[in-house]
């Protein structure tokens, strides 16, 4: 029994069966790489945006994204419901005609149940807002921000473009038209600590924020992060740490968050290090290990607190 509320878990609740994600490349830009805030994005960010690289590099459409994704995911797990993953890159970064045509697209797939819409907490405004909250009558949605660390200097460090501030005014935005958030954290930054990143946990549970992805820092080839681990300024975490790092990280965390993620998944001929990162089920498997071990749960010490306060058990 998971001591934890995983997002598989939450979908079969709702749905009655196996929801899976398709992952998508919808062919959008960044600010943080096209100049208008940054020619050089995130440290950890490849050229692929952190995604699937299907339409950029492959020139698939959407629909063709998912047709192909779809048959892959009935055979392997007979997945019948799916949600329309808008992964790569910063997918609220266009104008909203053209969003609401790529969405729209998505949508219109045979066993497309909801969109999950990454996002950065600076590429969003009331009328964004509005596009999304208008498919939630008939579907299910996510809008997943960016925040990686709940430190500006830390954000500063990784050039994310944007301060913690932006965050909170983008979960505020979100909740004023009840669209669920899910806030994406990463393990392991430059410069943090055991205490700094658990600051995060206790940061993202004094909002309202519904989910939570929980990223492992991973070294990718063609990073600006290869440049620092190669020139060790900093190092990878390893394995036993960061089992330990989740299970304290969930520990904050309110018990009814969905934990939509434990670890990444990186692509095995672009990762550097630490090779570890590429055996998932192994390290979900030491997570929840160690939570037994601990006699330990998600919430066990999350105390309800505003963002101001962020009063947590130690």
């Not at 909740?175 to 700094?196: F, K, Q, Y």
């Amino acid at each position: 029994m998971k001591r934890y509320r995983d997002l598989n878990s939450y979908l079969r609740d709702m749905f009655g069966e196996r929801v899976q994600k398709i992952a998508l490349d919808a062919g959008l830009g960044c600010p943080n790489r096209d100049g208008t805030i940054s020619r050089k994005g995130c440290i950890f960010c490849n050229r692929r945006g952190s995604g699937t690289g299907a339409l950029i590099h492959k020139g698939l459409s959407i629909s063709e994204q998912i047709g192909q994704a779809r048959e892959f995911l009935y055979r392997r797990y007979g997945a019948r419901k799916f949600i329309a993953y808008f992964q790569s890159f910063t997918n609220t970064y266009a104008p909203v005609s053209r969003l609401k045509s790529l969405y729209d697209e998505a949508l219109a797939q045979e066993g497309i149940i909801g969109l999950s819409v990454a996002t950065r907490p600076d590429c969003v405004d009331r009328e964004i807002m509005g596009l999304l909250s208008s498919y939630q009558r008939d579907n299910l949605l996510w809008l997943e921000y960016g925040l990686q660390s709940s430190h500006d200097r830390t954000l500063e460090l990784i050039n994310r473009g944007h301060d913690v501030a932006a965050f909170e005014r983008g979960v505020m935005m979100a909740m004023e038209h009840s669209i669920d958030v899910c806030a994406h954290v990463i393990m392991g930054l430059p410069g943090e600590d055991r205490d700094t990143m658990l600051q995060t946990a206790r940061y993202i549970g004094s909002l309202p924020v519904q989910g939570v992805k929980i990223h492992l820092l991973y070294v990718t080839r063609g990073t600006a992060l290869a440049d620092l681990y190669h020139e060790k300024r900093f190092r990878c975490l390893d394995r036993r740490e960061y089992a330990d790092l989740v299970v304290d990280f969930l520990e904050l965390l309110p018990p009814d968050m969905i934990i939509h993620r434990l670890t990444g998944d990186p692509v095995r001929s672009e990762l550097e290090a630490p090779l570890w990162a590429m055996e998932k089920q192994v390290n979900l498997k030491l997570i929840q290990t160690t939570l037994e071990e601990r006699q330990t749960w998600q919430g066990k010490r999350y105390r309800r607190s505003t963002a101001g306060e962020q009063e947590q058990a130690g």
